[in-house]
């Protein structure tokens, strides 16, 4: 009597993770481009720049830079908790709060970080800081500002990922794959942020 064996089982990647991590590849080019541009500017008008960085508000920028930074570890936290299939939190202690509770925390961290820098963006227009002032003023609200919308994008990525939490029956695997792509995407902005700090207000 013939024994048949079957086939082992093929791991392969989640389309949607893979599919996400390309797309990210593609946003650091464009970051990288933003980068090129601030660089080459500075080179070439280092008199325009040692005027204008001395209008930044270091301290300021630094404290929104931890509101954002520490956002990635609630962020990380939820998604141990979509991760156990717990979208809804047992009680009250840090240990038992599901995805919902923890990505409205960072949702709630974005909002901040975000009106953080309106209102930077408001002071430095009030000292003559423009996007059409000066060569300094262009670069520095291109690469912001692109980055402030791209946080504003992770920030409606949340609240339909906390509505789909509360729209399914079961919350499973699908939803869970949601959680870690829209992770993936919020640890980018961060560390991408961190990189335009260090250039714009560490190196300035």
Same mark, same amino acid.
Not at 86 to 91: D, E, F, M, R
Not at 102 to 105: G, S
Not at 153 to 156: A, M, Q, S, T
């Given at each position: 009597?013939? +024994? !048949? !064996?079957? =086939? *082992? =089982?093929?791991?392969r990647p989640n389309s949607v =993770? /893979? $599919? !996400?991590i390309v797309w990210l590849g593609s946003e650091v080019m464009f970051f990288a481009g933003l980068f090129a541009i601030y660089f080459t500017l500075k080179t070439s008008l280092p008199a325009v720049w040692a005027s204008s960085v001395e209008h930044l508000n270091v301290p300021y920028a630094l404290t929104n830079t931890i509101v954002l930074v520490l956002s990635s570890f609630t962020c990380q936290f939820g998604v141990f908790a979509a991760e156990r299939l +717990? *979208?809804?939190? !047992? %009680?009250w202690k840090p240990s038992e709060w599901g995805m919902v509770r923890? @990505? @409205? /925390?960072t949702y709630a961290m974005g909002a901040v970080f975000v009106t953080g820098q309106v209102f930077e963006y408001a002071n430095l227009v009030s000292e003559g800081i423009a996007i059409n002032s000066s060569a300094y003023g262009s670069a520095f609200y291109l690469t912001t500002g692109f980055h402030a919308l791209h946080v504003t $994008? %992770?920030?409606?990525a949340f609240l339909l990922t906390i509505g789909r939490a509360f729209a399914v029956r079961t919350f499973g695997h699908r939803e869970a794959t949601t959680a870690i792509v829209v992770s993936y995407y919020w640890h980018f902005v961060d560390v991408v942020w961190i990189a335009l700090f260090v250039v714009i207000y560490v190196l300035k």
């Open positions: 009597m013939l +024994q !048949t !064996t079957s =086939a *082992p =089982a093929v791991n =993770a /893979v $599919g !996400t +717990q *979208p809804q939190s !047992t %009680g923890w @990505f @409205f /925390v $994008g %992770g920030l409606i």
